[in-house]
């Protein structure tokens, strides 16, 4: 059973930065990709950067990219989020997923998921 855990979650003002980190345990680490997304109250789950595990490719949505950049610790099995220039819409709470699957990096679709870190961004 693949176990997720995200940490680094909290306050910030805007136009503050925060780095987000998930890291994966497992009896057999075998996945393709980590990614990370977010839900907001009243909103559905947002899918925000993905990273290869093996490949060091990446793929971000459009309403994050230039702003937040998604990397990896191979010798950690942990993916971080690195978010600048905060705004309080970016306030949810984030989530860390990863899957078995080889599919594409634009392919979205992930089977595990982690129990997510809030942030919240004050004006």
Known sequence: QVQLLE???GLVQAGGSLRVSC???????RNYDMAWFRQAPGKEREFLAAISWSEDSTYYADSVEGRFTISKDNAEKTVHLQMNNLKPEDTAVYYCATRTLKLAIRD???EYWGQGTQVTVSS
């Open 108 to 110: 979205v679709r992930y």
């Open 23 to 29: 890291t994966a345990s497992e009896r057999t680490f």
């Open 7 to 9: 940490s680094g979650g």
